[in-house]
């Protein structure tokens, strides 16, 4: 008996599975305080969803919600660098698997130029939390840091928009 179908590999269903799970466990490291039910279903509805639609905007929203999560309740300690690295994971699993069904191989030399964005996005991470480590929460409260991130995601969309090669 078959538990996939025909061309599916396994991998293809890891990955998926992969979609679901990581947001979950990053809202989980949240324990033992435990997050509003509504954040909750939330995160693992549109992990669902994104699971099952990897390349749908839908993936945006366990994102969001983890993140706003982390940033609206002050946590600032070693749990916050697992989240980082759980979410940039599941982000580059969804960036894979989105390449095509779940009947194609994926390219390893897709995978390798993937893992190595998803690494060195995460350069910064120890630096940033360090200083964020050192700051007094009174001077710099988490809504900051969030406008921050947002800030910068937004200069380096604009960046990679206007070195984009000209097309012919």
Do not use: F, K, N
């Not at 706003?68 to 660098?81: E, F, K, N, S, T």
């Not at 630096?127 to 480590?133: I, K, P, Q, S, Y």
């Amino acid at each position: 008996m078959r538990l996939l179908r025909p061309g599916v590999t396994p991998l293809a269903v890891v990955l998926r599975a992969l979609l679901l799970v990581l947001p979950c466990a990053a809202l989980a490291m949240a324990l033992p305080q435990v997050p509003h039910s509504l954040v909750v279903a939330g995160v693992v509805l549109s992990a669902a969803a994104w699971a099952w639609l990897p390349d749908h905007a839908v993936g945006v929203v366990p994102l969001a919600l983890v993140a706003g999560w982390w940033a609206v309740h002050d946590v600032v300690d070693w749990r916050l660098l697992v989240v980082a690295v759980l979410l940039v994971v599941a982000h580059v699993v969804a960036t894979l698997v989105s390449y095509g069904p779940p009947t194609l191989a994926i390219d390893p030399r897709l995978a390798r130029l993937w893992l190595v964005r998803g690494v060195l996005a995460l350069v910064p991470l120890p630096v940033t939390w360090l200083a964020v480590r050192a700051l007094d929460p009174a001077l710099a409260p988490s809504w900051l840091w969030l406008l921050t991130g947002v800030t910068a995601v937004g200069l380096l969309l604009l960046t990679a928009r206007l070195t984009r090669p000209e097309e012919a």
